[in-house]
């Protein structure tokens, strides 16, 4: 069993990352564009603010690990490679800020108690976006069944590697 408190809180939210990853790659076609309710953003929105609040949290509490703020938070991007890519830069920022700063003993500049805060504030906050994508992928009439879905996200929670 892994003993170091911090790998293991880092590891967490490189799984959270990977889920949202894993559900943008098996969303079905025009999955991007779905919504839930008429003048609520689509997926491919959801997918872009949820990039945007990392960078921009990143940036104004620990700006020597800040990567570029793309310049719309809620984007409607149209490639998922573009947005897998923004996905992975963003938590690879998290990752680093929430890190030295653990390992420096500093707070973060601007908000939260702990920097770990960053993290578990994150978290929550992309769990929230992810039954918002469910929902929006049902009420467009192309749901994700739970067979495909299960194993790509609460399995990557659970299952033991
Ligand atoms: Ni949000």
Same mark, same amino acid.
């Given at each position: 069993?892994?003993?170091?408190?911090?790998?293991?809180?880092?590891?967490?939210?490189?799984?959270?990352?990977?889920?949202?990853?894993?559900?943008?790659?098996?969303?079905?076609?025009?999955?991007?564009?779905?919504?839930?309710?008429?003048?609520?953003?689509?997926?491919?929105?959801?997918?872009?603010?949820?990039?945007?609040?990392?960078?921009?949290?990143?940036?104004?509490?620990?700006?020597?690990?800040?990567?570029?703020?793309?310049?719309?938070?809620?984007?409607?991007?149209?490639?998922?490679?573009? +947005?897998?890519?923004? =996905?992975? #830069?963003?938590?690879?920022?998290?990752?680093?800020? $929430?890190? @030295?700063?653990?390992?420096? %003993?500093?707070?973060?500049?601007?908000?939260?108690?702990?920097?770990?805060?960053?993290?578990?504030?994150?978290?929550?906050?992309?769990?929230?976006?992810?039954?918002? +994508?469910?929902?929006? =992928?049902? #009420?467009?009439?192309?749901?994700?069944?739970?067979? $495909?879905? @299960?194993?790509?996200?609460? %399995?990557?929670?659970?299952?033991?590697?």
């Amino acid at each position: 069993m892994e003993t170091d408190l911090l790998d293991v809180l880092l590891g967490a939210w490189e799984r959270n990352n990977r889920i949202l990853v894993n559900l943008l790659r098996v969303l079905p076609p025009g999955g991007l564009e779905a919504r839930a309710q008429p003048g609520h953003p689509t997926v491919a929105q959801m997918l872009t603010h949820v990039v945007y609040v990392r960078v921009i949290l990143v940036e104004e509490n620990a700006p020597e690990a800040a990567v570029p703020v793309p310049g719309e938070e809620w984007e409607a991007q149209s490639d998922p490679e573009v +947005i897998a890519r923004d =996905l992975e #830069a963003s938590a690879a920022a998290v990752r680093e800020a $929430v890190r @030295g700063r653990i390992v420096q %003993g500093r707070m973060l500049d601007d908000r939260y108690d702990h920097p770990l805060l960053l993290l578990q504030h994150l978290i929550w906050h992309e769990g929230y976006h992810h039954g918002q +994508i469910k929902l929006a =992928l049902q #009420a467009a009439g192309t749901p994700l069944p739970d067979d $495909v879905a @299960g194993p790509l996200t609460w %399995g990557v929670w659970m299952r033991r590697s």
